[in-house]
């Protein structure tokens, strides 16, 4: 595997001459916390996000339990109104019917 890494003309200066394995040696545990703190921020905002959807998500489900149930209710009103108005439907035929036979009659 081969990293390669790109620095500044004056801080190669610096670095000349030096150990360059013992630097990466002494400075590793403070990458990998700095890239763990970034990994944990990340997803940290990941996790808001999905939890703001999640929120966003709730909300419209319960807006269409709302929709539903109101629905159900007027499915309800309109099933009792349509059974109504069958029966004075039948009442009114019976009557015609029995109109329309008083009147043959005579």
Not at 7 to 34: H, V
Not at 58 to 80: C, G, P, Q, W
């Amino acid at each position: 595997m081969k990293i390669e890494v790109i620095i500044p003309r004056e801080r190669f200066k610096t670095l000349k001459g030096k150990d360059i394995n013992a630097l990466l040696r002494e400075n590793l545990p403070k990458a990998e916390e700095t890239l763990k703190a970034e990994r944990e921020e990340f997803l940290r905002e990941r996790v808001e996000k999905l939890e703001e959807k999640l929120r966003e998500m709730e909300d419209e489900i319960e807006e269409l339990r709302e929709f539903y149930e109101n629905a159900l209710k007027d499915k309800e009103l309109m099933m009792a109104e349509r059974e109504r108005l069958r029966r004075e439907n039948a009442e009114l035929n019976a009557k015609f019917e029995e109109n329309r036979k008083k009147v043959q009659k005579t």
